[in-house]
Structure formats: structure tokens, C-alpha cells
């Protein structure tokens, strides 16, 4: 079982440039997420999804953008990335009641 | 509102040791705390979780101990291994539907031989 997946695991990225963080998973769970973790300031939520074609907000969405066409798949989008945006982002799946089960993150930094 | 807060932020405990961890949350809305163990390199894992209609959940040498009134919970584990070494975040949300979690800030524990 892969579960969730994330690729890239590391990417390096200069201001203003854009990339999308891919998510995938194969437990046919229907709410997705995503996280960002920095150091000492635990996870915090950038968006969730309860099924294809359905996203919110979570606490820090500001300068990304996601979307949901199917259920394995939940990009992240950063347009114009800033330096602010490094951090380690993680991408998480569930059923209603179950827990979060975790990508192994993609690390990025902006220069 | 939404804020958990944990402490400490590093521990450092002899293998055989009690590791004590805490955290304090503030919307009383919430009703699913669960802790998860991350490794270096890792995603979060759940480790275990406990909902307020009990104040004690035991599996094997981890315990959780909640206390809704002070609303507070931790985290015990007992006979520390150096094999727990990791990072522990205690969460909170609710259960039902989309588990937007609200993470504390993470303990980095290191259970010395």
C-alpha cells in the first residue's frame, strides 16, 4: 500500500516563481489536506477538501491555490512564491471520524 | 480560540523513564485530541487519541490523561525507549467530517541509552 505520496520531496524555487506540490492517494478516502510545518510552530492547515470538486480554506491560505478533479489527487499551487513560503508542506487523507494519514512531506525553499 | 498550546518544547529522559508531555486548548468545541509521533525525514503518524467523554485512554506504554475541565490533556509514556526519540505534536478538532486539526507546537523528545 503507498498510501499518500508526495512528490517532489525537495524542490528549490526563486521569488516569484510557481510550482504545484502533488498529493496523491490510493485509500479512496474522501477528505484531503494540506499542512505546512516550520520549525517550533507545529502544522497549520492551508486547505482541506471533503470530496472531488470540493475545497476550503483552512488557517494560512494566502498565496496558494489548490484544486480537486478526482479523488486520489490534491495539488497545492504556489503562483508567485515568496521567501515566507519556505517550509515543509505535508498532504494528508482521511474518512469522516478517521485519522489523518501523512505524506512523507516536500521541502521547499525559496531564495 | 483555536490555539493548542504544548509543553515543553524538548525533553530529554533516561531509557526506563516516565516522558511527561502537555498541552492546553481553548475552544471547548472541540471533541477528538489525538498525539502523533514524527520521525526526522517522516510525515506525522497517530499515535493514539481520546475523546472528553473519557479521562484516560491506555495503549500498551502510552497513555493519554484528559482533563476537560482544566481542558487539558498529556501524554505518558512509560519505560521510555530509545526508539521513541522522535517529535510528538498533541491536535485537536472535531470528529466528525473534515478533521481540521489545530497542532500544538511540537515536542522534540530524546530518550538517552
Known amino acids: 500500500n503507498a498510501g499518500v505520496t508526495q512528490t517532489p520531496k525537495f524542490r528549490i524555487l526563486k521569488i516569484g516563481q510557481s510550482m504545484t506540490l502533488q498529493c496523491t492517494q490510493d485509500?479512496?478516502?474522501?477528505?484531503m489536506y494540506w499542512y505546512r510545518q516550520d520549525p517550533g510552530m507545529g502544522l497549520k492547515l492551508i486547505y482541506y477538501?471533503?470530496?472531488?470538486?470540493?475545497?476550503d480554506k483552512g488557517e494560512v491560505p494566502n498565496g496558494y491555490n489548490v484544486s480537486r478533479s478526482t479523488t486520489e489527487d490534491f495539488p497545492l499551487r504556489l503562483e508567485l512564491a515568496a521567501p515566507s513560503q519556505t517550509s515543509v508542506y505535508f498532504c494528508a487523507s482521511s474518512t469522516s471520524s478517521g485519522p489523518l494519514h501523512f505524506g512523507n512531506g516536500t521541502r521547499l525553499t525559496v531564495t | 480560540q483555536q490555539q493548542v498550546k504544548q509543553s515543553p518544547q524538548s525533553l530529554i529522559v533516561q531509557k526506563g523513564g516516565i516522558s511527561i508531555i502537555n498541552c492546553a486548548y481553548e475552544n471547548t468545541a472541540f471533541d477528538y485530541f489525538p498525539w502523533y509521533q514524527q520521525f526526522p525525514g517522516k510525515g506525522p503518524a497517530l499515535l493514539i487519541a481520546?475523546?472528553?467523554?473519557?479521562s484516560e485512554k491506555k495503549e500498551g506504554r502510552f497513555t493519554i490523561s484528559f482533563n476537560k475541565s482544566a481542558k487539558q490533556f498529556s501524554l505518558h509514556i512509560m519505560d521510555s525507549q530509545p526508539g521513541d526519540s522522535a517529535t510528538y505534536f498533541c491536535?485537536?478538532?472535531?470528529?466528525?467530517?473534515?478533521?481540521?486539526?489545530?497542532f500544538g507546537q511540537g515536542t522534540r523528545l530524546t530518550i538517552n541509552p
Open positions: 477538501s471533503v470530496g472531488a470538486g470540493i475545497t
Open positions: 485509500m479512496n478516502h474522501n477528505y
Open positions: 481520546i475523546r472528553p467523554d473519557v
Open positions: 491536535a485537536a478538532s472535531n470528529i466528525q467530517g473534515a478533521q481540521k486539526l489545530v
